[in-house]
């Protein structure tokens, strides 16, 4: 059953962020630093490829070299998830996990077809103006990684 909610969880995540990156690439087709204005200023659509990964962060890797790069690093952080479930009961980590494992398909995704990730969401508060762009697979690996740290010692199987 763990694995049961772990796919449902996944497949929910990828499914919405592939979507909303369908809409923001294919439907509205923003250019590069284009902007919509949803709520600002506290959010604003702005198209940005990310050749890196949080920030940018190790965006200067070379296209090919960085995209596989990453592409592989999500591929083992999966399948490391995937072996720590075993050792979960309950529904909070699996859920937490199929979130991470979703956000990060997404974004491999964004890699395998377009050769970077689609990042378009922006939020800027108080008079603090912030520069980056995020997506809804970030949105899911942050979330997800939250319940692990809150809930994995909780539902971690007692040892004899």
């Given at each position: 059953m763990i694995y049961v909610r772990a796919l449902l969880a996944a497949v929910l995540a990828l499914g919405i962020d592939q979507a909303s990156k369908y809409w923001i690439v294919q439907v509205r087709a923003l250019e590069i630093g284009e902007r919509i204005d949803v709520m600002?200023?506290?959010l604003?659509?702005?198209m940005a490829w990310n050749t890196g990964i949080n920030f940018g962060l190790f965006g200067d890797l070379g296209p090919d070299t960085g995209r596989w790069i990453l592409i592989g690093l999500s591929l083992a952080i999966i399948?490391?998830?995937i072996i720590w479930l075993r050792r979960m009961e309950g529904w909070r980590v699996p859920v937490s996990i199929g979130l991470?494992?979703?956000g990060a398909l997404?974004?491999?995704v964004d890699r395998?077809?377009?050769g970077a990730?689609?990042?378009f969401l922006n939020m800027s508060c108080c008079g603090i103006n912030n520069p980056f762009a995020f997506n809804i697979a970030d949105i899911f690996i942050f979330a997800g990684a939250a319940g692990l740290f809150l809930f994995a010692d909780k539902d971690s199987k007692?040892?004899?």
């Amino acid at each position: 059953m763990i694995y049961v909610r772990a796919l449902l969880a996944a497949v929910l995540a990828l499914g919405i962020d592939q979507a909303s990156k369908y809409w923001i690439v294919q439907v509205r087709a923003l250019e590069i630093g284009e902007r919509i204005d949803v709520m600002s200023p506290y959010l604003t659509f702005v198209m940005a490829w990310n050749t890196g990964i949080n920030f940018g962060l190790f965006g200067d890797l070379g296209p090919d070299t960085g995209r596989w790069i990453l592409i592989g690093l999500s591929l083992a952080i999966i399948l490391a998830l995937i072996i720590w479930l075993r050792r979960m009961e309950g529904w909070r980590v699996p859920v937490s996990i199929g979130l991470v494992i979703g956000g990060a398909l997404g974004n491999a995704v964004d890699r395998l077809i377009y050769g970077a990730v689609v990042d378009f969401l922006n939020m800027s508060c108080c008079g603090i103006n912030n520069p980056f762009a995020f997506n809804i697979a970030d949105i899911f690996i942050f979330a997800g990684a939250a319940g692990l740290f809150l809930f994995a010692d909780k539902d971690s199987k007692k040892k004899a």
